[in-house]
């Protein structure tokens, strides 16, 4: 007979925030967590590799990323459910959020194992808090299609939301992107931009999407990055629907 409780030997999954630049964001939760799972499921193993060298982590470490998610939940979950304790990570921030992680969360409840959240840094939260936009309500859109139709078509979307947006998007169509906002949203629709949140280049440029296009439409935009785009007055709010 085993001497370890029902307990001890129970498997368990964390989902867990990593630093989005800067390092030393990182929580002791964090820490704690990291140091005493079984396995580590990284979006990229050599990226999280340099966050566990950097503290001395030599817990072990698989990939789990968009292209092997569905082939690997099943397997990740009978582990856990056999005593394997499971940390899901993903490049920088908050796992879920853009980047890889509902589908475990999803199967895993379905699984009957419930996740264990250790929050941090959000590039999201960060955005929101630097835009000086409003933030009671807002609506995250994820990464911007590439294909302009599809841009367009959700630009316009934005343009009849009355709440705060924000979108992921690729340096190499920042100035693009900041043109269509003005060309489909208006002129004047304040944008913020922020660039390289918490690492050693953070900048975060406010202004007019027209103005800030015309402005930084020939620069070698470089990093990661967040626009958040300002509410639009004259779109139609939910308190503003008609009663039945």
Sequence with gaps: MSGQSETESAGKLYIVATPIGNLGDVTLRTLEILKSVDLIAAEDTRRTRKLLNHFEIPTRTISYHSHNEHRKTAELLEQVAGGLKLALVSDAGMPCIADPGFLLVREAVKYGIEPEIIPGVSALTFAIAASGMPSDRFTFYGFLPVKPGKKQKLLEEIKNNAHTAVVFESPYRISKTLLAISEVIGADTAVAVVREATKLHEEVLRGGASELYETHC?????????????PQVNAPSQTDAPEN
């Design 218 to 230: 020939e620069r070698n935009w470089k990093g990661e990055f967040v626009l958040v785009i300002a």
